[in-house]
């Protein structure tokens, strides 16, 4: 869900090799026109995205290697070239062998290089929702780089909710979906407690100046840290801070990283205030592979949402990741060692006929 998640892991294990480089082609589709929910309207909405592989065409012209992967809040695209996801599943002879398929990796309107408040609109800013998002992606892939089919999209957290918004606003555009770390319910409970506390400590900050301020306020730094520590679980925590030593040491590293925009912040965690997938649950067709983990804060197993929502749905299969050492809490979602053998066979079970 959180960027700061990948710091919680790198406080954990240390990566003594270098990041391998990818061929990834970058771009900017300018969605003309972009109307959102609220009726706001933007003349020029800007979705970054990276790619890696080729589109290939079936007679018909249609798409049939395409996969989306989406980002959860906060973070970007940049998140799956890391060696835990891309080195995991894009190279030779990998689950999603760039060779072999059409890599999309979107930043969603609010994240990096796409459109965003602090581009210089601050405030002013449209209010945006998982369903404008998904719209934007949607334009993205038809009309800038025009991809008709996704043979699968894969979401983790924020992106695993938009999974859900994908199978029930486009249902005929995708084979499969694989949602990560996420519940196919509005966002209530603790989940939407942590958020409005992120929320309000930003926008209630006097240095806040209702989104005007020239200077980033304090309350920023406090919400970034707080989205991390709601990532992890108590064993790793607790691996990597065993004394009050270690532990006031890896704090500081925690909140030494770049502070991003506060408008960028309470926008991001907000947007989900239109995520709603629970009354068409039903109706979705698209075979399904949902992986919760046991250790999720975010999503704890305990509240059985997940598991029971899905029962609606036949096509749909649901995994409960067990708590183990290898686990990172809310952010095994992108930890693709765990869980790319689930992949190979799903993709596999869902081979469209030829």
Sequence with gaps: MISRLVLVSALVTVFAAAQKTWPVTEGDAHLRDFHFQTGATMPDLRIH??????????PSGTVRNAVLILHG???????????IFAG???GA???????????????????????KPSDGMHAQFPRYGYTDMVE??????TEHLHVNHLRIIIGTSMGCMHDYVWMERHPDFLDAAMPLACQPQQIAGRNLLWRQTVIHAIRDDAAFDGGNYKENPPSAKIATDMMAFMGGNPLTWQKASPTREKGLENFAKLTATN????????????????????????????????????????????LKITPELLKQVPSARFILYPYTAETRGHGSHTLAALWKDK??????ATEPAK
């Design 93 to 115: 002879g990998q689950p999603l062998d760039a060779a072999k398929y059409y890599l999309i990796l979107p930043d969603g309107i609010g994240h990096g290089k796409s459109s």
């Design 136 to 141: 934007a992606q949607y334009r993205m892939l």
């Design 259 to 302: 502070v991003d925009d506060a408008n960028d912040i309470a926008y991001a965690v907000d947007a989900s205030w239109d995520y709603d997938p629970e009354p068409g649950l039903a109706k979705i067709h698209t075979p399904i592979l949902h992986i919760n983990f046991s250790d999720d804060t975010i999503n704890p197993p305990e």
């Design 73 to 83: 809040t906060g973070g970007a695209g940049t998140t799956f070239l890391r060696d």
């Design 49 to 58: 995205y990276r790619t890696l592989g080729t589109a290939q065409r079936d």
């Design 88 to 90: 995991e599943l894009f």
């Design 343 to 348: 992949l190979v066979e799903f993709l596999k």
